[in-house]
């Protein structure tokens, strides 16, 4: 569920060694692992379809307790003092130095649930992160947290930490609670929340006995739409969008007061939700939302319960539902392509064309989840220092991670997975400050370094930056200037105070300098220059170019004029960066010696 603040303490307090007491009672054999295989990640369920712990990923049916709950009197009471309606609970282990990858919780389930948190076994090193903020939750708190965010969890010690996990959509008594609580930035002062004893009477429970409604009525599946409009980042495609979205819920309207809950009618809404959905991905495809999280994805998670013919039941769990398919662990990412600029360089226009080729796999857009996912790559955790990694960045151990994670989230233009050997196209703004850490972990890697006038360039990063759409450190310590936006570029902390002009300027050479310095040092024939200009002229004959560079296979003919690219903020035109003339002419003398060099290598 969204909330208004990424964590919410509530006014609660439990005895975490009681807790453990009765987790010790439990037999190893009662803790089920991972549906998608994760290692470290565990459950033991306490709550399920039917009590029955078998069902412990299934989200759909009548939520019972199961035999451990039933002999646990205080969990029975810890539950109990939620006053909440229960859905899904369980044991949540986290073994020593293992981790919760970077996700969002975008299905339907999570819309209305919030997800209550009890630490029983930690330690206070183990890092919980929502978005731009990290807490540590003690032992015997009470916490919620904003599941519409990318979250993750890092356990950096030894031994393992163990959570008690409720999913509710809560209650009066429960949202009484939640309007008592501690947002997590507020000051302990004079906080004191209840205490909930072991021993005496457990309060009965409640629980969930209906999930969703199956065709979902015209006004809750309008409203889900509108949600995710809502949570929409402005790109000129968003228009086209919002129109299929439209039509999509004035037809479902018409079929609900033709049909409304009767099974007859459950073949045309069905039929209805997949032309939808498959008409989306086209149109959709890499429009994102202010959360990171996928559009196509998430509309489609938030709506595929919308029409569930009797014959189609799933038992299908949140985590199988937002993780990707399984994929090949064998598989070899051979001489990946990665394309390198400055931000707003045009990149995304590039990679979305390169991206049809045949036989090439990406992971459908940037790769910042991915890479950052890992605690020791993660920025926050780097002390905001800067996105620039390094080869001794590059461990065997984070090369392997890395790696897999890649071979994970790949996919070809038929949105297939790779086979034994692949071919990988990647492009992050950020991955401009880490051309050498790329190359330690795939030593064959190529390079493609996209030129464009940085006039246009200082342009479109004034508008990423005025847009509030490019925001990647809302919260950067030690900052003062108006919320960072873009590549976070060594050297930062000298900007306090500047202009936004000359934070564009600084962001644009710091990262053409070091970017340069690192492609000059890699063997020539690793390095290929594309440029936008070009592209732009002529894109069947730069595609043509550059696949001759990389050894790939073209088999479609390209028109004069490309799609807009996704990312985009305003319709793109040569001349646009004229609008904000008065801002970047003054810059240009004190970049001289850096648009000297990005033009000469451009040459190449």
Known sequence: MKLPVPFIQLPLQFDAAALAAEVAGFDESLWQPHPNGIPGNSALPLITVEGDPARGDALQGPMRPTPVLKRSPYFLKVLGSLNA???????MRLSGHAEVDLHVDSDYYWHERVRVHVPILTQPTVRFTAGDHTINM??????????????????????ARI??????????????????????TAPRDGWAPRRIEPGGDAPPLMFESVNSQSPMSYWELRDLVQFILNEAQPQPRMAQVADLCGVFVRNWQTLWFRHGSAAEGMDEYAAHLGGFLGRLAQVGHGLTLRNGADLVAAMSGILRRAARPSDAHTELGEERARQQPSRPTTAVIERPVFIVSPPRSGSSLLF????????????????????????????????YESNRLTAEDASPLIAEQLRARFRAAAFDRERKPPGAAFRLLEKTPKNALRVPFLNRIFPDALFVYLYRDPRQVLASMLEA?????FRTYRELPGWNGPPW???????????NGAALGDIVAAQWQTTTELLLDDLEALPRERVAVARYDALLADP???????????GLHWDRPLGQVLPIANHTVSNP??????????VIAPLLPRLQATLERAAGFAQR
């Open 85 to 91: 309606v229960l859905g899904r609970c369980r044991l």
């Open 138 to 159: 003690a032992a015997g708190e009470c916490w919620i947290f904003d599941t519409w965010l990318l979250h993750h969890v890092l356990n950096d010690q030894d031994h």
């Open 163 to 184: 959570h008690l996990v409720a999913d509710t959509v809560g209650g009066a008594a429960f949202w009484d609670l939640v309007n008592q609580g501690r947002p997590h």
């Open 352 to 383: 979305e064309t390169l991206a049809q080729a045949p036989g090439l796999y990406t992971i459908g857009g940037e790769s910042h989840g991915l890479i950052e996912g890992l605690a020791a790559l993660d920025t926050r955790q780097r002390g």
């Open 465 to 469: 930056w005025e847009s509030g759409g």
């Open 485 to 495: 936006s873009l590549l976070l570029t060594p050297g930062w902390r000298e900007l």
């Open 540 to 550: 069947q004959a730069e595609v043509m170019r550059l696949c001759g560079f990389a």
């Open 573 to 582: 035109h040569a001349d646009k960066w004229r609008l904000r003339e008065h």
